[in-house]
């Protein structure tokens, strides 16, 4: 591998304008055409062919349903008063007239024939329809003008709040504080280059791998049924990932101009060692990635493709536009003589230098391995605990923030009508023998009697062609309560044996039915998610470092280290641990596709770690062949890229703890504690420590799997190896007859210094 990136570094440099200019062009025409075929974002979470969402299906087909933005409006009378009393039945009705009248309606709702006014009538919930698909959102202005007509029932001071779906509106898939966390990857860069330049070339390629990305998906979601959560979690992973692939590509250049390297060299070089590890690393986030798709939920693999194909995106512009870039540079990204960038990248081989506090970290580390191993493990260990009482459900209105009308509307709902108002259950009564529908109806609300968790049932409502019947039933608890996932699998049990004596097709179904079942399917793909990427990525990881030992190390520290962060999921979301200083907007059950997608992600990133900081291990050791030197030295060349990196990936997904979105948010938490933990805990200290104690064994691998196994060449040991001359060609405008190319003479890599590394 390393090779082949070598020979297209080589190209891309000696031929930077016409390769800028083709990556200009692809960028270009990939976002006219997604931007100019823009579609809507599925917002709705369902698996088709699923019990609950086939009836659905079929009772939409019998009693029909909307594919339109729908509103809610609360009214809910004085004190001591009622919505019949004379005058506020009069202000209501006005209020309901005025609304159908407002641009965009096309139904509003009676809640006396709706049957939606408590018995006391104090409160009355009316639907409002819109001609506004759903998948779309309603103009502002309608939304105000639904609002205005409220004022005449004020008036008479009835409370009155507007809900629902139309309410909800698309928010950005970046803001303010998205920005912020950019800003503090700039400052990191800046610190970690020492050169603003250097600095903003990362930021450059991410954002255009990023913009590319989103560009496409915005196009696709024309013609595939992409979900509206995709594009935020390929925003936060592209940038993360984006900025750190070409972090570690620009540093390597840096560090092979300061050893004296031409930039036509350089940038080959860096291209073909830090570019292999980040081909391999950002194949092994894909197939992390690609492999939620094993859920079978669409919702969860729209997700795992559009962030997949962000990371590719972000992989291809560190590899094909990058090397340009770095080209069109030139001197002017190699360390002056006497600056401190040239003294700290020589520091990790001069042996006057004082080593960077990386590698010191790691030294220490090495002395005591057993101390190091034992702490970590510990410390991960009491950090997951609270995992253990991980309870998942999927978001709704009350996971909104209290702020928020539509979470208003939802409570004064769960209030006045019970939790179970917010989600009820629908019992379907379909393919009934002839003359038997309306009896098998009236058998099932007889057994329904005596199911414990209901509120109540509705009386059966018949489709007008006579071939389906329905009845609503509310639960006594909420729809994230997991009493109530209970509570519809002994309906189910309950109307088996009724379907079975009649012949009838008999089905709970609902939105909440349908939510249910998505919860359970993503709960039970955990187990074979884990068990097909973590195989495939262990394949990748033997063939890359030659080693049966590091891939299975490796693995123990990510499950560490997502345990760790599943803690911190529960104790912010669940217990409410500076749920307030994080803006939490409510506690309750994690939604449901979080602890797999966190997994997903975590794992790709925290092998990341693992190739960036052990490749340059290997290729320590490679040249050494001394197991506790190839740890130090691995470190002093790995350490800071990878604090950097992770610096960078931690303030990237906590500036999008501020989006205030229930579902985003414990993603967000979860990344930002989990590679914090993995990059300083694990690989930081962890790592060093085990390999440390492992040795030479580190490095074992059974002769039959070397010979099985292909030579990915991560580290590019075959770069030195004996290749055919060619003519030397000058680049005067990047600086390559700077300095001669390694065919001319080779440059000899400074000793690491002496120093006791002794476990």
């Not at 995106?313 to 090397?323: E, F, K, R, W, Y």
């Not at 998505?518 to 063939?543: E, I, N, Q, W």
Request: aromatic content about 4%.
């Amino acid at each position: 591998m390393a090779v082949l990136l070598h020979r297209w570094g080589l190209f891309a440099v000696r031929r930077r304008r016409e390769v800028l200019a083709v990556c200009l062009l692809v960028v270009a025409a990939i976002t006219t055409l997604g931007l100019t075929s823009a579609g809507s974002f599925a917002t709705t979470s369902q698996i088709p062919g699923s019990a609950a969402q086939s009836a659905l299906r079929k009772m939409e087909h019998h009693f029909g349903a909307s594919d339109r933005q729908s509103a809610q409006i609360v009214f809910e009378a004085p004190k001591g008063a009622s919505l019949n009393d004379p005058a506020n039945a009069a202000a209501l009705q006005r209020t309901l007239t005025a609304a159908a009248t407002v641009p965009g309606v096309t139904s509003v709702s009676d809640p006396v024939r709706t049957r939606a006014m408590t018995p006391d009538g104090t409160t009355a919930v009316v639907k409002v329809e819109f001609s506004v698909p759903k998948d779309q959102d309603v103009r502002q202005g309608n939304l105000d003008a639904l609002k205005d007509t409220a004022a005449g029932s004020r008036a008479a001071g009835i409370d009155v709040l507007f809900g629902g779906d139309a309410y909800k509106q698309s928010a950005p898939l970046v803001g303010p504080m998205e920005t912020v966390g950019l800003l503090v990857a700039l400052a990191v860069l800046a610190i970690t280059f020492g050169s603003l330049l250097s600095a903003g070339l990362p930021l450059i390629t991410a954002l255009i791998a990023v913009g590319t990305s989103m560009a496409a998906l915005i196009g696709l979601s024309s013609v595939l049924n992409v979900a509206d959560k995709a594009p935020t979690l390929a925003v936060m992973l592209g940038l993360a990932v984006g900025i750190d692939y070409a972090l570690l590509i620009v540093s390597r250049h840096r560090s092979e101009l300061a050893q004296g390297r031409s930039v036509q060299e350089a940038a080959a070089r860096a291209t073909a060692t830090a570019g292999s590890a980040v081909a391999f690393a950002g194949l092994t986030v894909i197939i992390a990635l690609v492999g939620l798709t094993v859920a079978r939920v669409p919702v969860l693999t729209a997700m795992g493709l559009s962030a997949a194909a962000a990371v590719a995106v972000a992989v291809i512009m560190s590899l094909g536009l990058l090397p340009t870039l770095l080209a069109f540079a030139g001197e002017r990204l190699r360390p002056r003589p006497g600056s401190r960038a040239l003294r700290r990248i020589r520091g990790a081989a001069g042996p006057s230098a004082r080593p960077p506090m990386g590698a010191r970290w790691v030294a220490g580390v090495v002395r005591r391995p057993w101390r190091a191993v034992i702490t970590v493990t510990l410390g991960l260990a009491a950090l997951a605990l609270p995992a253990t009482q991980l309870q998942l459900a999927l978001s709704d209105d009350g996971s909104e923030p209290t702020s928020n009308v539509v979470r208003q509307t939802y409570d004064k709902i769960g209030a006045a009508f019970g939790p179970g108002a917010n989600g009820p259950l629908m019992i379907l009564v379909s393919d009934a023998p002839l003359g038997t529908l309306k009896a098998t109806g009236e058998e099932v609300t007889k057994d329904l009697a005596g199911v414990p968790g209901i509120a109540r049932v509705s009386p059966v409502d018949y489709s007008t062609d006579g071939a389906a019947a329905r009845m609503q039933i509310i639960p006594a608890t909420g729809p994230r309560d997991a009493a109530t996932s209970d509570l519809v699998n002994r309906l189910r049990k309950t109307v088996a044996p009724v379907a079975a004596r009649s012949g009838s097709d008999i089905a709970v179904t609902g939105r909440t039915a349908v939510s249910i079942e998505v919860s359970d399917r993503l709960s039970g793909a955990l187990v074979p998610f884990a068990v097909v990427v973590v195989g495939l990525s262990l394949l990748l990881l033997t063939a890359a470092f030659r080693s049966v030992a590091i891939p299975v190390k490796a693995t123990v520290g990510f499950l560490l280290s997502v345990g760790a962060s599943f803690g911190a999921i529960v104790a912010v979301f669940q217990w409410g641990w500076l749920a307030d200083t994080l803006g939490v907007p409510s506690t309750g059950p994690t939604t449901s596709f979080v602890p797999i997608i966190v997994m997903a992600v975590l794992f790709g990133l925290a092998m990341d770690y693992e190739v960036f900081l052990v490749s340059a291990m290997r290729e320590e050791y490679v040249r050494t062949k001394a197991p506790h030197l190839a740890v130090v030295g691995g470190a002093r060349q790995a350490a800071r890229v990878v604090t950097a990196a992770a610096l960078i990936m931690v303030a990237v997904f906590a500036s999008f703890l501020f989006t205030h979105d229930p579902a985003i948010m414990p993603i967000a938490l979860a990344l930002a504690v989990g590679v914090l933990l993995d990059a300083f805990a694990v690989r930081m200290t962890l790592v060093p420590a085990v390999m440390s104690l492992l040795g030479h064994g580190a490095w074992w691998l059974p002769r039959l799997l070397d010979k099985w196994l292909p030579d990915l060449d991560v580290e590019g040991a075959h770069l030195d190896e004996p290749a055919p001359t060619h003519p030397r060609r000058r680049d005067p405008e990047c600086g390559s007859g700077a300095a001669p190319t390694p065919e001319a003479a080779p440059v000899t890599r400074l000793p690491l210094p002496k120093q006791d590394i002794r476990p």
